[in-house]
Protein backbone atom coordinates (compact mmCIF):
# COMPACT_ATOMS: atom_id res chain seq x y z
CA UNK A 1 0.00 0.00 0.00
CA UNK A 2 1.23 3.88 -0.90
CA UNK A 3 1.50 6.39 1.89
CA UNK A 4 2.24 10.16 1.49
CA UNK A 5 4.71 10.94 4.41
CA UNK A 6 4.26 15.05 4.46
CA UNK A 7 6.81 16.84 6.50
CA UNK A 8 6.57 19.74 8.56
CA UNK A 9 8.60 21.59 10.44
CA UNK A 10 9.78 25.49 10.95
CA UNK A 11 11.74 26.18 8.12
CA UNK A 12 14.11 28.30 9.91
CA UNK A 13 15.28 25.74 12.16
CA UNK A 14 17.68 24.33 9.08
CA UNK A 15 18.90 28.15 7.95
CA UNK A 16 19.92 28.23 12.20
CA UNK A 17 22.05 25.60 12.26
CA UNK A 18 25.92 25.70 12.13
CA UNK A 19 26.88 24.82 8.35
CA UNK A 20 28.22 21.60 10.27
CA UNK A 21 25.20 20.49 11.87
CA UNK A 22 23.31 21.53 8.62
CA UNK A 23 25.54 19.59 6.53
CA UNK A 24 24.91 15.97 8.74
CA UNK A 25 21.07 16.92 8.70
CA UNK A 26 21.52 16.91 4.94
CA UNK A 27 23.46 13.92 4.06
CA UNK A 28 20.95 12.19 6.67
CA UNK A 29 18.15 13.13 3.99
CA UNK A 30 20.45 11.58 1.43
CA UNK A 31 20.82 8.34 3.34
CA UNK A 32 17.72 7.88 4.17
CA UNK A 33 16.26 8.38 0.68
CA UNK A 34 19.27 5.87 -0.62
CA UNK A 35 17.97 3.42 1.66
CA UNK A 36 14.17 3.53 0.91
CA UNK A 37 15.18 2.98 -3.15
CA UNK A 38 17.68 0.33 -2.20
CA UNK A 39 14.17 -1.66 -0.50
CA UNK A 40 12.11 -0.83 -2.85
CA UNK A 41 9.47 1.14 -0.90
CA UNK A 42 10.36 4.86 -2.72
CA UNK A 43 7.92 5.77 -5.62
CA UNK A 44 8.46 9.32 -5.09
CA UNK A 45 9.59 12.65 -2.74
CA UNK A 46 11.00 16.06 -3.05
CA UNK A 47 11.56 19.14 -0.87
CA UNK A 48 9.33 22.30 -1.30
CA UNK A 49 10.24 25.90 -1.96
CA UNK A 50 10.29 28.11 0.93
CA UNK A 51 6.52 29.00 1.89
CA UNK A 52 6.77 32.34 0.86
CA UNK A 53 6.65 30.90 -2.83
CA UNK A 54 3.07 29.43 -2.41
CA UNK A 55 0.18 30.70 -3.71
CA UNK A 56 -3.44 29.48 -2.32
CA UNK A 57 -6.12 29.25 -4.28
CA UNK A 58 -9.63 29.10 -3.91
CA UNK A 59 -13.16 29.13 -6.02
CA UNK A 60 -15.69 31.00 -4.58
CA UNK A 61 -19.28 31.21 -6.43
CA UNK A 62 -17.51 30.56 -10.13
CA UNK A 63 -14.68 33.49 -8.81
CA UNK A 64 -11.05 32.28 -8.83
CA UNK A 65 -9.08 33.80 -5.71
CA UNK A 66 -5.43 33.78 -5.63
CA UNK A 67 -3.78 34.77 -2.31
CA UNK A 68 0.27 34.62 -1.52
CA UNK A 69 1.37 32.50 0.86
CA UNK A 70 0.38 29.67 2.24
CA UNK A 71 -3.03 28.37 3.36
CA UNK A 72 -2.76 29.20 7.04
CA UNK A 73 0.23 30.74 9.29
CA UNK A 74 1.89 28.20 11.36
CA UNK A 75 4.66 27.27 13.22
CA UNK A 76 5.41 24.45 10.96
CA UNK A 77 5.26 24.75 7.44
CA UNK A 78 5.15 22.11 4.63
CA UNK A 79 8.45 21.33 3.70
CA UNK A 80 8.72 18.11 1.34
CA UNK A 81 7.43 14.70 0.72
CA UNK A 82 7.87 11.12 0.83
CA UNK A 83 5.65 8.65 -1.24
CA UNK A 84 6.27 4.96 -0.33
CA UNK A 85 5.34 1.16 -0.26
CA UNK A 86 4.65 -0.26 2.87
CA UNK A 87 3.07 -3.24 3.79
CA UNK A 88 1.02 -1.41 6.57
CA UNK A 89 0.46 1.70 8.85
CA UNK A 90 2.83 0.17 11.16
CA UNK A 91 5.83 -0.02 8.51
CA UNK A 92 4.93 3.44 7.33
CA UNK A 93 5.15 4.66 10.88
CA UNK A 94 8.18 3.49 10.91
CA UNK A 95 9.42 5.11 7.84
CA UNK A 96 8.36 8.47 8.92
CA UNK A 97 9.96 8.28 12.35
CA UNK A 98 13.52 7.82 10.18
CA UNK A 99 13.04 11.33 8.50
CA UNK A 100 15.41 13.77 9.81
CA UNK A 101 12.89 16.38 10.04
CA UNK A 102 10.86 14.29 12.38
CA UNK A 103 13.73 15.24 15.19
CA UNK A 104 12.07 18.92 15.33
CA UNK A 105 9.14 18.76 13.49
CA UNK A 106 6.03 16.83 12.75
CA UNK A 107 5.49 13.94 10.61
CA UNK A 108 1.98 13.39 8.57
CA UNK A 109 1.45 10.06 7.76
CA UNK A 110 -1.85 9.65 4.98
CA UNK A 111 -2.57 6.27 3.32
CA UNK A 112 -3.56 6.58 -0.11
CA UNK A 113 -6.81 6.13 -1.41
CA UNK A 114 -6.79 3.95 -4.54
CA UNK A 115 -9.64 5.49 -6.47
CA UNK A 116 -9.20 3.76 -9.85
Known amino acids: MQYLLLIYENEE ?6 APERGKFH ?3 VEYTQDLKKQGQLVAGE ?3 KVRS ?5 VRDGKTVTT ?3 FAETREQLGGFYLVEAKDLDEARGLAAR ?3 ARHGSIEVRPVMKFM
Open 13 to 18: IATRMP
Open 47 to 49: PLE
Open 68 to 70: DGP
Open 99 to 101: IPS
Open 27 to 29: QDY
Open 54 to 58: ATTVR
